[in-house]
Structure formats: structure tokens, C-alpha cells
């Protein structure tokens, strides 16, 4: 259960640049994937959702890209603010009564 | 108002001692789950809950032992407690088998085992 020899990716960008933060997921039955943000010292924030019957779905400021064909998640944030640092994480769901979470990305929003 | 609560937020004790930890959503949602969150940030699932009954028990040691005492409420009871338990526990919610809907994480509980 622990992940030991994972190490957490870091992402540096410039404030005011876009993001781009990768995942792959593994289970073809999921059909439903979610961007959170965890922010120190609190508990993971619901950013944004998409379906596994779209492909791109937009936000505030936020994209999300979905590929089936070789399992992959991106969230893009454009305009990155110094409050988008935070760890992200891309979670998926198939249903059945568990969301299964990817390893995470550290943001650092360099000013 | 929190939609999502666990308390304690921290919990030091020591190795042997039997601690419990409270969660409470307010959203009214069937499910509810434990997560734990390592020191690498993984965050893993412990159990599921649907409408008080155990769905999921992702291989966790019988010393943790989940109860929900009705939809609301989903507690956390560990037995024993060892060095490696020391993570920080979310609890969360969804509608339903969280098809199509996104889940609410609690603030987490911080647990040190010394």
C-alpha cells in the first residue's frame, strides 16, 4: 500500500504562464475522471470533472483532456496564480464505490 | 458549514494505544470512504461505505475497524497502533458508487504514532 520508491513530481512554472499537469490512468473500465487540489494542511478540493464520453471539458481557467485510447488525463490552468500551488492529483471511477488516485504533481508557482 | 468533518485534525499517541477517529458529511450522501495518505502524498483507499454497509476493504489489517453508525456518520477505530499508521486519514463522501460524481474529502487527521 505505500508507495515507496514513488517520488512526487514537481512542475515550476512562472506566474501568469499555463500549467500542464499529466496522468495516466489505468483501469479501461473507468468512466469517470476527477482533478482535485490539495493544498497544504487540508483535505483534496474538487477542481474539475470529465466524462468518458467528451474529450475536453473547460472550466475557469482550467481545461481538462481526456485520451482513451492511451489512458491519459491532462489539466491544463492557464494564467497560473501563486494560489494554484498546491499538489494535484488526477482520480478516476468506474462505478464501483472507489476513486482511484494517481500519484500527484507538486505546482510551483514561481513569481 | 462543513460538508465534510473529522476530528481529531491531529492525533499523537503512542505504539500499542487504541485511537478512534470521527467523520461526519452533512451532504447527504449514501457513500462514504477512508482514505489514507502517506508521507509521498499517495492517497489510498482503506474502506467504502454504502447506506452503513462495507462495500470495499482494500486488504487493511483487522486492527482498523470502520463503523457507521447510520448514513451520516462514518467512524474509524484502530487497534494496536503501530509506527507505519502514522499517515493522515481523510474521510470523504459521494452520491451513491460515486458514478458520475465526485467525492468531498474532510480536512484529515493527522496521526503520529511515536
Known amino acids: 500500500g505505500e508507495s515507496v520508491g514513488l517520488h512526487l513530481p514537481t512542475l515550476s512554472v512562472q506566474e501568469g504562464d499555463n500549467s500542464i499537469i499529466n496522468c495516466a490512468y489505468s483501469?479501461?473500465?473507468?468512466?469517470?475522471f476527477i482533478w482535485y487540489k490539495q493544498e497544504s494542511g487540508k483535505g483534496p478540493q474538487f477542481i474539475i470533472d470529465?466524462?468518458?464520453?467528451?474529450d475536453k471539458r473547460q472550466g475557469q481557467r482550467v481545461t481538462v483532456l481526456l485520451n482513451k485510447t492511451v489512458k491519459h488525463l491532462s489539466l491544463q490552468i492557464a494564467a497560473t496564480q501563486p494560489g494554484d500551488s498546491a499538489v494535484y492529483f488526477c482520480?478516476?471511477?468506474?462505478?464501483?464505490?472507489?476513486?482511484?488516485f494517481g500519484t500527484g504533481t507538486r505546482l510551483k508557482v514561481l513569481a | 458549514d462543513t460538508a465534510v468533518s473529522q476530528t481529531p485534525k491531529y492525533l499523537v499517541t503512542q505504539m500499542g494505544n487504541d485511537k478512534s477517529i470521527k467523520c461526519e458529511q452533512n451532504?447527504?450522501?449514501?457513500?462514504m470512504y477512508w482514505y489514507k495518505q502517506d508521507s509521498k502524498k499517495f492517497l489510498k483507499i482503506m474502506f467504502s461505505?454504502?447506506?452503513?454497509?462495507?462495500?470495499i476493504n482494500e486488504t487493511v489489517p483487522n486492527r482498523f475497524s470502520p463503523k457507521s453508525p447510520d448514513k451520516a456518520h462514518l467512524n474509524l477505530h484502530i487497534n494496536s497502533l503501530e509506527l507505519g499508521d502514522s499517515a493522515v486519514y481523510f474521510c470523504?463522501?459521494?452520491?451513491?458508487?460515486?458514478?458520475?460524481?465526485?467525492?468531498?474529502f474532510g480536512q484529515g487527521t493527522r496521526l503520529t504514532v511515536v
Open positions: 470523504a463522501s459521494s452520491q451513491a458508487s460515486g458514478g458520475g460524481t465526485e467525492a468531498f
Open positions: 482520480a478516476e471511477n468506474d462505478g464501483t464505490y472507489k476513486y482511484i
Open positions: 483501469n479501461s473500465a473507468s468512466d469517470y
Open positions: 451532504l447527504g450522501h449514501d457513500t
Open positions: 461505505y454504502n447506506n452503513k454497509e462495507l462495500i
Open positions: 470529465i466524462r468518458s464520453n467528451m
